[in-house]
């Protein structure tokens, strides 16, 4: 693929990454947007104090702000991966998920409980969507 179909989508609406990585990627034709975790796009400190219902909340604001940011919205998210610290809080977050998510056809998805997540969040969700 040529490097000209590349491009680095960045927005001061999500946080910014952590590491070196771009918050998504445009390439043929497809969006793939780094996993977000609920940081404050403003201070870069976690939101939510260990709620997960907040943290959650938070995640789905930064990922919707890197769609927005690339011309893209949920309803054309074709994939995501939701990493949970504690698979417990699966049945929450689902139904916070599926605000986001149910109104349009659901995206493919895996769920996986993880060891840890970057600055102890207890929730990160990538995706994958078609421009």
Do not use: H, W
Not at 8 to 33: E, S
Request: charged fraction near 15%; aromatic fraction near 4%.
């Amino acid at each position: 693929m040529d490097q000209q179909q590349i491009e680095a989508v960045q927005t001061n609406k999500a946080p910014a990454p952590v590491g070196p990585y771009n918050q998504a990627v445009k390439a043929g034709g497809m969006l793939f947007c780094s996993g977000q975790i609920a940081l404050d796009p403003a201070t870069g400190a976690m939101v939510g104090g260990g709620d997960v219902e907040l943290e959650t909340r938070q995640v789905l604001t930064n990922l919707q702000a890197v769609l927005t940011a690339a011309g893209c919205s949920a309803d054309r998210v074709v994939r995501t991966t939701v990493f949970l610290q504690d698979l417990a809080d699966f049945t929450l977050v689902n139904d916070i998920y599926a605000e986001v998510f149910s109104t349009c056809v659901s995206p493919a998805r895996a769920c996986v409980q993880v060891a840890a997540l970057p600055k102890g969040a207890r929730v990160e969700i990538d995706c994958i969507a078609i421009l």
